[in-house]
């Protein structure tokens, strides 16, 4: 899920464990499995983004556990803006983002048009080349169409099909995605890894156009399909789980990894600690839909009025900020040198770009335990409004890392733990559990 800064301006815990191959982690049940990890990087960030299958895997029960043998390798990150990985299709490789707040997986085709939602633009104003060449290996469905839309205003529309997708060495030989080739797509990146449930895929429709999608024939109605993540573990190519240690925006020698079926080779603070999957109810009260979790609290040590701070929150690593209830997203605004504003205007939370961040960390409290944020992440000295279609006196700004949930909904059940968070967690994605793990990374 991904929140693009100008379309969100239009609409608005003591030892270090050392990680060593063949040992086992707290909360693994097996030797943890290595090769099966791809390095991933950030770096100029432009962005700030369900029913579900049925799993073969009980809930409750480690997807770490008794698995081996995986075809598995390591691949190095390309840069790119937010998290990229590669991702091979049929021999041709590109860089996707990584965003565990959506399903689809889909690729800009080579020829297609860009546009910024009103006029035609040159193709790398929404994604670097290469693009993808030729169709799908695995045949073109010619009774569906891909046509994706994100909170955000992003869209794009195309065909779909199958294709042979390979991904730290694991692949699904035949794998749905979709085939853009019109993008109103800013956020620079040339196809997108959807990781989250199936069901949350927003983008295959049936009908061979996208003209009548959405019109309340059902015979035009969204497709759910096997998403990619899904597709590995159900083919049994992998454990039902996967891992992000993803790297700091400020720290360029900083490495980071996406690990599938283990944990990625990094240091830790003390333990892991275990929270359930859950309902999230703006999407869906009866079907698992993204990554969520019930949080205690947010807060930092001059801020302890922790009532209602917490509840149901998104982990979404295609998200820049975080999203936090507006009244402690107001307190720590203002700790900001010079204090962050938030122009009636715009309806967001900016800085100068050379501000220092708050002295005090950002506190998430997750089942008992505190997640510490140091300040500077929330610096996004990165994302200038300049750059993102705002002029004026506020051209030269940059975005806050910590923004009010009420900016997406009134009664401000949107939390969201995007950058900040996910880059300095180690957060592990345990669909067979039903369960996510988060430690506090060493660096």
């Known amino acids: 899920m991904f929140y693009h800064c100008t379309l969100l301006l239009a609409w608005y815990a003591s ?14 049940s097996a030797p943890l499995d290595r090769q099966n990890l791809v390095r ?6 432009v962005v700030p983004h369900y029913s579900v299958l049925k799993s073969k895997v009980r809930k409750g029960r480690s997807s770490f556990a008794k698995r081996s043998g995986h075809v598995q390798s390591v691949i190095n990150d390309p840069s790119g803006a937010n998290w990229y990985t590669e991702v091979d299709l049929n021999g041709q490789k590109f860089e996707f983002m990584i965003d565990t707040g959506s399903a689809d997986t889909w690729i800009l ?16 104003y929404c ?17 569906e169409n891909f046509n994706a839309s994100y909170s955000s205003g992003e869209f794009l529309s195309g065909t779909v099909g199958y294709e042979k997708v390979t991904i730290a060495g694991i692949t699904v030989a035949k794998q749905l995605i979709g085939l853009v080739d019109h993008a109103y797509w800013p956020a620079g990146a040339v196809g997108l890894l ?8 927003r983008g295959v429709w049936n009908g061979s156009t996208s003209s009548a999608d959405g019109d309340g024939n059902p015979a035009h109605d969204r497709v759910t399909y096997s998403s990619i993540f899904h597709s590995m573990w159900s083919e049994g190519l992998v454990a039902p789980s996967f891992s992000l240690a993803l790297p700091r925006g ?48 947010t807060y930092f040590s001059s801020y302890t009025n922790t009532t209602d701070t917490g509840g149901n929150t998104i982990i979404d690593s295609g998200t820049v900020t975080i999203n936090a209830r507006n009244k402690v997203a107001d307190a720590y605004n203002k700790l900001f040198d010079p204090p962050a504003i938030n122009p009636p205007d715009l309806g ?32 996004l000295s990165d994302v200038i409004l300049s750059e993102n279609g705002v002029s004026g006196e506020y051209g030269d700004y940059c975005f806050s ?23 300095n967690v180690v957060a592990v994605f345990d669909v067979g559990a039903g369960e996510m793990r988060f430690a506090q990374r060493k660096y």
């Open 109 to 124: 085709k080579d020829g297609f048009v860009c546009t910024n939602g009103t006029a035609t633009q040159p193709q790398s």
């Open 401 to 423: 890392g910590i923004q009010e949930a009420g900016v997406w909904d009134a009664e401000q059940t949107f939390i969201n733990l995007g950058r900040p968070f996910l880059e």
């Open 15 to 28: 030892s270090c464990t050392c990680i060593a191959q063949g040992s086992t982690e707290p909360g693994l």
């Open 348 to 379: 967001i939370y900016i800085i100068q770009c050379n501000a220092t961040g708050p002295k005090v960390p950002f506190i998430v409290k997750i089942a008992g335990t505190e997640f510490k944020l140091p300040g500077e992440s929330f610096v």
């Open 194 to 201: 959807g990781l989250a449930y199936p069901g949350v895929e």
């Open 127 to 143: 994604g670097s080349a290469p693009y993808f060449k030729g169709t799908f290996s695995g045949g073109q469905i010619k009774t």
């Open 250 to 297: 400020h720290h360029s020698s900083d490495e980071g990894y996406i690990a599938f079926g283990g944990l990625p080779p990094v240091q830790v603070e003390g333990h892991f600690t275990s929270t359930p999957i859950v309902l999230t109810p703006h999407y869906s009260t009866t079907a698992l839909s993204e990554y969520a979790i019930n949080i205690d609290a």
């Open 40 to 45: 991933v990087r950030s770096a100029d960030i």
